[in-house]
């Protein structure tokens, strides 16, 4: 317990960290802005290609999923996910984060349960497992909006 309650305060400051720099990032620039005839239709097929690239969400807070062995956690492993999904859907994702959240962390503990955080963990045909697990279950919660689940920060801290 004494090595988690510091792991778990530096989670918290980064997270207060990112809370911040959302919340104080300098306002986007005016779209009114003056622009001629032919800016105007470089613009219009601008958005037309944007429609078709997909949208990053960024899950708000990271995941913290023990890694439990003969009854006593062993181990804490701590990751970050980002969610594709197609554009104009960002509202969406968010508002179902909790839903989501319920559902990745059930996809995590499972994962460690059968030893998916044991040895090298890291290992792509590893992660490629988790990463299919993970948006299978989104998918059941968002539709098919989303195009892939990605694992932006993983780290494991041995007990």
């Known amino acids: 317990m004494k090595k988690v309650l510091p792991l778990l305060l530096a989670l918290l400051g980064l997270g207060g960290g990112v809370a911040a720099g959302v919340f104080l990032r300098p306002a986007p620039e005016d779209p009114h802005a003056e622009s001629t005839v032919a800016e105007d239709e470089g613009a219009q097929e601008e958005a037309a290609d944007e429609e078709a690239l997909p949208e990053y969400v960024k899950m708000n807070n990271q995941f913290v999923v023990p890694v439990v062995e003969d009854g006593r956690v062993r181990a804490m492993v701590v990751l970050a996910l980002s ?61 098919n909006v989303v195009t892939d689940v990605l694992i932006t920060d993983i780290a494991r801290q041995d007990g």
Not at 87 to 93: D, I, R, W
Not at 109 to 128: E, K, M, P, Q
């Open 83 to 143: 969610l594709e999904v197609s554009n104009g859907s960002t509202e969406a994702t968010y508002a179902r984060e909790p839903k989501l959240r319920d559902t990745f962390l059930q996809v995590l503990f499972d994962h460690a349960n059968v030893g998916g955080f044991n040895g090298s963990f890291t290992d792509g045909s590893n992660l490629v497992i988790l990463r299919e697990s993970l948006k299978e279950a989104a998918v059941v919660i968002l539709g």
